[in-house]
């Protein structure tokens, strides 16, 4: 296993060294054993296994053995997660949001980054937050991963040890774009992390509006993103008033994005399709209300405006 990179990382690697060296002093023993009996009493040789019954001190063996081994396992996982859930007073707080398929981490004061970047040896608590389904998030490198579910507080913490660039994973399958849903931590030295902490932007959030729960209730973001990333269908963010190239059954037309056209594209979805995309969608007409379909559209157009 790659070295890790936080100070939780030695107490999982302890358990996890554990088990995989008990586990591979059996395997390779058991097979070795099981080898050895095929030779030794290969039909060829003609010789006759010892049969017995009813054996105590076998009996007594194969129950101690396994139930210490067990115990042991448990002792080095415990020791291992046990600090995970006790974070140290004076932590510096992260919300880290999931949403499909994209990580965003929020300082605080309007300072928001697609990537995590801390300072090194630096306690730091990441309160776990989702916008729409199950996530998980993971560093491998710090030895870490909580699920992210809606509705639920849940949050995890680590002391990053070493500067460098580290890989954040999804880890619970949530759409078609889940092993699109990566980003980076970023561990810099104090002075160079607040330079980068005071040039960040502010972004300015939007609030969770009607428009984005109906969007969700009536699974448009399974088929598109809000981040930009291509799934079945064209991404929505930032979409209204930009020129798009359509299919249409007649050819193909430019035509901008506008308030009518999305209202067209939810009652009448294959008329006029995004060039690059299938022609999949089912009608919402009669699914959705007309007035639930503006909701939705000046949702879209509100977007366009961050």
């Given at each position: 296993?790659?070295?890790?990179?936080?100070?939780?990382?030695?107490?999982?690697?302890?358990?996890?060294?554990?088990?995989?060296?008990?586990?591979?002093?059996?395997?390779?023993?058991?097979?070795?054993?099981?080898?050895?009996?095929?030779?030794?009493?290969?039909?060829?040789?003609?010789?006759?296994?010892?049969?017995?019954?009813?054996?105590?001190?076998?009996?007594?063996?194969?129950?101690?053995?396994?139930?210490?081994?067990?115990?042991?396992?448990?002792?080095?996982?415990?020791?291992?997660?046990?600090?995970?859930?006790?974070?140290?007073?004076?932590?510096?707080?992260?919300?880290?949001?999931?949403?499909?398929?994209?990580?965003?981490?929020?300082?605080?004061?309007?300072?928001?980054?697609?990537?995590?970047?801390?300072?090194?040896?630096?306690?730091?608590?990441?309160?776990?937050?989702?916008?729409?389904?199950?996530?998980?998030?993971?560093?491998?490198?710090?030895?870490?991963?909580?699920?992210?579910?809606?509705?639920?507080?849940?949050?995890?913490?680590?002391?990053?040890?070493?500067?460098?660039?580290?890989?954040?994973?999804?880890?619970?399958?949530?759409?078609?774009?889940?092993?699109?849903?990566?980003?980076?931590?970023?561990?810099?030295?104090?002075?160079?992390?607040?330079?980068?902490?005071?040039?960040?932007?502010?972004?300015?959030?939007?609030?969770?509006?009607?428009?984005?729960?109906?969007?969700?209730?009536?699974?448009?973001?399974?088929?598109?993103?809000?981040?930009?990333?291509?799934?079945?269908?064209?991404?929505?963010?930032?979409?209204?008033?930009?020129?798009?190239?359509?299919v249409t059954s007649s050819g193909e037309k430019e035509i901008t994005i506008d308030e009518a056209y999305l209202k067209r594209s939810i009652l009448s979805p294959n008329d006029?399709?995004?060039?690059?995309?299938?022609a999949v969608m089912q009608s919402y007409k009669g699914v959705v209300s007309d007035e639930d379909i503006q909701k939705m559209v000046d949702y879209l157009k509100a977007?366009?405006?961050?």
């Amino acid at each position: 296993m790659f070295e890790g990179a936080s100070n939780l990382a030695a107490g999982v690697d302890k358990a996890f060294d554990f088990i995989f060296y008990i586990s591979a002093f059996f395997i390779i023993g058991i097979t070795g054993f099981m080898v050895f009996i095929l030779f030794k009493f290969a039909r060829k040789r003609h010789k006759q296994p010892q049969q017995f019954r009813g054996s105590v001190k076998l009996e007594v063996l194969w129950t101690l053995i396994p139930t210490i081994i067990a115990l042991l396992m448990f002792y080095y996982g415990w020791q291992g997660f046990k600090p995970m859930r006790e974070v140290p007073k004076g932590a510096m707080e992260v919300n880290a949001i999931g949403r499909m398929w994209e990580w965003e981490f929020d300082y605080g004061n309007g300072k928001r980054s697609k990537e995590l970047v801390l300072p090194v040896n630096r306690n730091v608590k990441l309160n776990l937050i989702s916008e729409d389904v199950n996530h998980s998030l993971a560093i491998p490198a710090f030895r870490v991963k909580e699920d992210v579910v809606p509705g639920y507080k849940n949050y995890l913490w680590f002391k990053p040890t070493k500067l460098g660039d580290y890989d954040i994973y999804c880890t619970e399958y949530c759409g078609l774009n889940h092993s699109g849903m990566l980003s980076k931590a970023k561990i810099l030295d104090s002075a160079a992390y607040n330079q980068w902490l005071a040039e960040l932007k502010v972004t300015k959030v939007l609030p969770s509006s009607e428009g984005l729960a109906l969007m969700k209730k009536n699974n448009c973001l399974s088929c598109h993103s809000m981040s930009g990333a291509k799934v079945v269908g064209p991404p929505l963010n930032g979409i209204f008033g930009k020129k798009s190239l359509v299919v249409t059954s007649s050819g193909e037309k430019e035509i901008t994005i506008d308030e009518a056209y999305l209202k067209r594209s939810i009652l009448s979805p294959n008329d006029e399709v995004v060039k690059g995309f299938p022609a999949v969608m089912q009608s919402y007409k009669g699914v959705v209300s007309d007035e639930d379909i503006q909701k939705m559209v000046d949702y879209l157009k509100a977007q366009d405006a961050e």
